[in-house]
């Protein structure tokens, strides 16, 4: 019986350790009036306490903060700190870094306006 509560306790810990701690998910995706470009809607879940990682997009990024407090870090401009029912936008090609400073995962909307066939996020050095 020990040993069986001892290795379900194992597996939770190490699928919490995998767990990333940014998720996207698209939930819609579409060719936009403006020739090359589509429109991608997504559900950002990110961990508390966690960084997405210093990164950019191919064209511009809408969020809305649904759940949780964010800190957004966009290089060369004022962190912003903020919280449930605010937004942010990150322009084009910008190096920024968000970061969930709540002790609770942040659920974001994003919406990206980006060129197709680029990849819609590339990490940042």
């Given at each position: 019986?020990?040993?069986s509560i001892l290795a379900a306790l194992a597996a939770t810990?190490?699928?919490?350790?995998?767990?990333p701690a940014l998720k996207r998910t698209i939930v819609a995706q579409a060719d936009v009036s403006i020739p090359n470009h589509e429109a991608v809607i997504a559900e950002v879940i990110l961990g508390?306490?966690?960084?997405?990682?210093?990164?950019?997009?191919?064209?511009?990024?809408i969020t809305y903060i649904i759940e949780g407090e964010l800190e957004v870090i966009v290089e060369g401009k004022p962190t912003q700190n903020l919280k449930a029912g605010q937004g942010f936008i990150i322009p084009a090609g910008a190096v920024h870094n968000p970061h969930n400073t709540g002790s609770k995962p942040a659920k974001?909307?994003?919406?990206f306006y980006v060129e197709k066939g680029k990849?819609?996020?590339?990490?940042a050095p």
């Open positions: 019986m020990k040993l810990a190490l699928m919490f350790a995998q767990a508390p306490g966690a960084f997405g990682g210093r990164h950019t997009h191919a064209g511009e990024e974001l909307a994003a919406i990849p819609l996020s590339t990490p």
